[in-house]
């Protein structure tokens, strides 16, 4: 496969990567974005497009530094987010949402309390990280610090970012957080009642069974 076709391969996933995340209700209408790197470019969803109008041939890309070398369309005002998530982590793929009940969360705590165990998949309890100004360079600074030994993070009074090593990896973490602060907003709502939360310990427990998970040859 050349690079074209690596890079037109990519786009199109990250284009069908987007459309999901709008088809199941993590972002309303040009909210969020999405990115993946190939090679030394990172390939990202435009600014204030909407997802169903994008197709082959609109094609974002910028090398690490954030210079736009692919695409006549502006990249995503959240660029310094994402260049900063690939330059401080391993991360190949990343996904920011504003889904409602993880926004929701995001102002209420400063950590997504231990409500259920798949809080190991992310590597440990959900930070929170300090609101500041969109498309910032404090606020790719915050989400940094937040992410330090994560592969996701809340982001105050505005919405998620998760990474993973491909764009269907880092997806399954933005929905499994949002699945995770639905949860807890139910069972912290009912009058009178504490969710049972999970100690530090048995996440740790969880995280090591989760190193084995997947499928294995019998």
């Known amino acids: 496969m050349t690079s074209q076709d690596a890079i037109a391969e990519a786009w199109d996933e990250l284009v069908a990567t987007a459309r999901r995340t709008a088809a199941e209700g993590l972002v309303v209408g040009t909210s969020g974005n999405v990115s993946v790197r190939s090679g030394d470019l990172v390939l990202v ?3 204030g497009v909407p997802y169903d109008r994008l197709g082959p041939g609109d094609t974002v890309a ?16 959240e660029l310094p987010l994402h260049l900063a998530v690939y330059a401080g982590t391993d991360a190949t793929a990343v996904v920011h949402t504003h889904a409602v ?59 998620t970012v998760t990474y993973g090593t491909a764009l269907s990896q880092a997806y399954d973490r933005t929905a499994q957080l949002e699945w995770m602060c639905e ?26 069974k989760l190193r084995g998970y997947g499928p294995t040859p019998r």
């Not at 910028?62 to 005002?77: E, K, M, N």
């Not at 807890?184 to 995280?207: M, N």
């Open 45 to 47: 969803t435009p600014s």
């Open 62 to 77: 910028v090398d690490l530094s954030g210079r736009q070398v692919a695409g006549t369309l502006a990249p995503t005002s």
């Open 101 to 159: 009940h993880a926004t929701a969360v995001s102002t209420l705590v400063a950590e997504l309390p231990l409500i259920h165990y798949m809080a190991a998949a992310i590597g440990g309890p959900v930070r929170v990280a300090p609101y500041a100004l969109y498309g910032s360079a404090e606020l790719a600074e915050n989400v940094l610090l937040a992410l330090a030994g994560r592969t996701g993070c809340l982001l105050q009074n505005h919405g």
């Open 183 to 208: 949860l807890w907003l139910k069972a912290s709502a009912l009058p009178g009642r504490e969710p049972h939360l999970l100690t530090g310990a048995q996440l740790d427990e969880v995280a090591v």
